[in-house]
């Protein structure tokens, strides 16, 4: 079955430094593997995704993330941390043997927080 | 603004009570997913439709149901009830049956 790991509760960073928030996946396949932002009170604002190609993939807002087949990781970076980064990232994958279905699987959420 | 809507933005009930949730998904697209996110239970799929169809089913209760209709919008009717049931319930759109999903802003469903 298709999982994702979030294995940070949260990230503490200082603006302007860089930042990463991990993600370890589990798959049967090849995985399709998504990176989604959460502000509150808000609904989930779609970062980035990864289907096939190159293993850095660059989203929205200045971020992106590295696919690593062995490691079967997929961080999520960013070079330069804003305050207006702090928000609920969640990692996801699509469901289904080699995400032949539909549906997003989703990690339990890391929260970012970005200080002055 | 995703494109995606969601009617209504808060709801408040009582235990054993039905209520309807709404979703208008983005113009031209065709799939419509709904998910439930908890404290407890995160973020959760629950169902799909494409084209009016059911496409996959994830951890629905018996209690909910859901339809999509001809114009493409969606409902989430959830029956009977329960505190545990307090949650956002999302509702997403792709183009087609695996895209790249839009979420909605959501809708906070209160049991008392």
């Known amino acids: 079955a298709q999982s994702v790991a979030q294995p940070e509760d949260q990230v503490n960073v200082a603006e302007g430094n860089p930042l990463t928030v991990k993600c370890t996946y589990s798959v049967s396949g090849n995985p399709y593997l998504f990176w989604y932002v959460q502000y509150p009170n808000r609904g989930l604002q779609f970062l980035l995704k990864?289907?096939?190609?190159?293993?850095l993939v660059k989203g929205s807002y200045g971020f992106e993330a590295e696919f690593n087949k062995s490691q079967t990781s997929f961080h999520l970076k960013k070079p330069s941390a804003l305050v207006s980064d702090s928000a609920l990232y969640f990692c996801?994958?699509?469901?289904?043997?080699?995400?032949?279905?539909?549906?997003?699987?989703f990690g339990k959420g890391t929260k970012l927080s970005v200080k002055p | 603004d995703s494109g995606v809507t969601q009617t209504p933005k808060h709801l408040i009930t009582a235990t054993g009570q039905r209520v309807t949730l709404r979703c208008s998904p983005r113009?031209?697209?065709?799939?419509v997913y709904w998910y439930q996110q908890s404290l407890d239970q995160g973020l959760q799929f629950l169902i799909q439709?494409?084209?009016?169809?059911?496409?996959a089913k994830g951890n629905i209760l018996e209690r909910f149901s859901a339809q999509q209709f001809p114009d493409l919008h969606s409902e989430l009717n959830l029956s009977s009830l329960e505190l545990g049931d307090s949650a956002l319930y999302f509702c997403?759109?792709?183009?087609?049956?695996?895209?790249?999903?839009?979420f909605g802003p959501g809708t906070r469903l209160t049991v008392l």
């Open positions: 439709y494409y084209n009016g169809e059911e496409r």
């Open positions: 113009s031209g697209d065709l799939s």
């Open positions: 990864y289907i096939t190609g190159d293993n």
């Open positions: 997403a759109s792709s183009p087609g049956l695996t895209g790249g999903q839009f």
């Open positions: 996801a994958v699509r469901g289904g043997y080699g995400g032949s279905q539909g549906n997003l699987i």
